[in-house]
């Protein structure tokens, strides 16, 4: 199988303050890993790309300084969203490419992240 | 822009009929197409993926097709279950491209 692991599943706090989320693969490797963002009834929003070792990709409109993300090895990514406010309250969701898969288009998904900002 | 669009209206149906869930696009010419369920307050699953040069996919109870000149996918799930209750997200990428373009996703209903 392939599984992505995202902690915490729910997370609450107050404003201002940072918080970060986990991505891992838990028995394969991923070259990339993608980070989303759903707000409710609407779609998964891509906000940036990663790969093991460099920075990574962010989408138009998406703060990088305010979204950190760290590909540090190739079962493991992060989010830190810095100084939340509401308006970052959302469910974030990661997935991942199989180095084993490449060449093909299968992502992986993680279960989500909700998030709270009071 | 690129857009993916699915009814979102819920569609309700009866146990044990045909459901059929529909997805266009815009502004683009998607290389494939995915489909997945989406549970509540739970990432997607991955089910069917289809390429523009395939006209159809079949999985055990899944059928999806791809119709380049209606710029149309359609996904049918058969003899429906209140199991397969849950919203189904359709996304394109462009060939070469890592970015899936979601749609919102249609919820289904299938009642007893």
């Known amino acids: 199988g392939a599984v992505v692991s995202q902690h915490p599943s729910w997370v609450i706090c107050k404003s201002g303050t940072s918080v970060k989320i986990e991505c891992r693969s838990l028995d394969f490797q991923a070259t990339t890993m993608f980070w989303y963002r759903q707000f409710p009834k609407q779609s998964l929003m891509l906000m940036a790309t990663s790969n093991e070792g460099s920075k990574a990709t962010y989408e138009q409109g998406v703060e990088k300084d305010k979204f950190l993300i760290n590909h540090a090895s190739l079962t493991l990514s992060t989010l830190t969203v810095t100084s939340a406010h509401p308006e970052d309250s959302s469910f974030y969701i990661c997935s991942a490419r199989a180095y084993r898969d490449r060449g093909k288009e299968t992502q992986y998904f993680g279960p989500g992240t909700r998030l709270l900002v009071l | 822009s690129q857009k993916i669009e699915q009814n979102s209206e819920a569609l309700n149906i009866q146990e044990g009929k045909t459901a059929t869930l529909t997805c266009n696009y815009t502004?683009?010419?998607?290389?494939?197409l995915q489909w997945y369920r989406q549970d509540p307050g739970r990432g997607p699953v991955f089910l069917l993926l289809?390429?523009?040069?395939?006209k159809e996919k079949r999985k055990e109870r899944l059928k999806v097709t791809f119709d380049t000149t209606l710029k149309q996918s359609l996904f049918h799930i058969t003899a429906s279950q209140p199991a397969d209750s849950a919203t189904y997200l359709c996304?394109?990428?462009?060939?070469?491209?890592?970015?899936?373009?979601f749609g919102t996703g249609t919820q289904l209903k299938v009642e007893l």
């Open positions: 289809i390429r523009e040069n395939e």
């Open positions: 996304a394109g990428v462009t060939g070469g491209g890592n970015k899936l373009t």
């Open positions: 502004n683009y010419s998607p290389a494939y």
